[in-house]
């Protein structure tokens, strides 16, 4: 059964705004503004360097998707599709359509359309917009950015430890310590399924405990009534059949090598029986970085091992195992940990004593851009530039070490006043614009 659809209007029917209705962003999806872009600019950064040394390439798949891929996907009963799911025709040829609640069913899709896979093995990761109705609340939205990593075609619990290490060490590179490691092994489906007749008959035995989710989950997927986070229901949670007691030589065998990997390399972790996952796609292992410094919205990165969602695609039998994590909590985190970082500010300022020099102006500036530079100029007000006073203050606001200062003595000399901004004490130069290609690079930053 599919999600109910958006209601729209016919692709005819004309849409009317009153002038006097004040247009704002949809309830849950927000502008990012400076300086928090910048914030989320260095994240992307960082994890760009990080997967390169990992050698992961970047993938990007669309948006929007074909509303089966996630039905398919993630699972009839799971809240995402049940619930959360942003779907609509098509409106001109029908086709049910989704904006993608996550990105790993969209990066096996693609991997099956385009038989990435016929030379082997693909490290992959992905930045982008995901979409959920959900109820908003800090570090949860409904438009929310995720940064994810997908290693399709491999099956050893070797990878499995790779993306943990490199998860940690993505930590290590933004300054958080207070984050902490939580694994568990779902095991196989058969395993599971013995597991989920013995949590049927449990739950079956304490019906009157259950709430309203409980009971709507229990013959469809039980195992996530093990997630909810009814404090009313915890002690029946504990007392639950563990998952783990079912778990036949070969699903431990995997479990005991990817934790002998994390040991060797010092990567504290609890093993958590309770741990489930939100989508159906999961087997053997899976795992959360958790912080309790976010309130209710703990879970910072969270993934684990797909081996059945190539098949429930289309496509042949392919291990598989990923991790996503949100931007928008990890930023939250990085913030309360008082590790933010600075705003990119220009290297140089100009300012123009007259608007009848910008011809030079704008020459010199584009010939300090082609060498690297920053450079921020100021722009007239209608009425002209503006006083020197003034131009100095918006200077020194802007960040800038140095202040390029075209005034009417300078343009007749082919000439620019270089004047630092930050520091005392230091005296101005005069420069030569013919020679420019001499000290210009000495007023860059080192990257």
Known sequence: MLPPLIDEPPMTEKLTIAKADKLTAVKGMNDVLPPDSAMVEWLEHKVRALFARYAYRNIRTPIVERTPLFVRGLGEVTDIVEKEMYCFDDRLNGDPLTLRPEATAGVVRAALEHTMLYDGPKRLYYIGPMFRHERPQKGRYRQFDQIGAEALGFSGAEIDAELILMAVGLWKEIGLSDVRLELNSLGQPEERLRHREALIAYFEQHESTLDEDAL???????????DTKNPRMQGLVETAPRLIEFLGADSLTHLGALTSILDTNGVAYRINPRLVRGMDYYNLTVFEFVTDRLGAQGTVCAGGRYDYLFEQLGGKPTPAVGWALGVDRVLELVKSSGCSPSVPAPDVYAIV??????????????ALRSMGLSVQMHHSSGAGMGSIKNQFKRADASGARYALVFGADEICAQQVTIKHLRGSGQPQATQSLSEMASWAPSLQLPV
């Open 216 to 226: 709507r989950r229990l013959h469809t997927n039980p195992l996530r009534i093990l």
């Open 353 to 366: 004593a007259e608007i009848s020099a910008m011809p030079v102006v704008l020459s010199s500036l584009q």
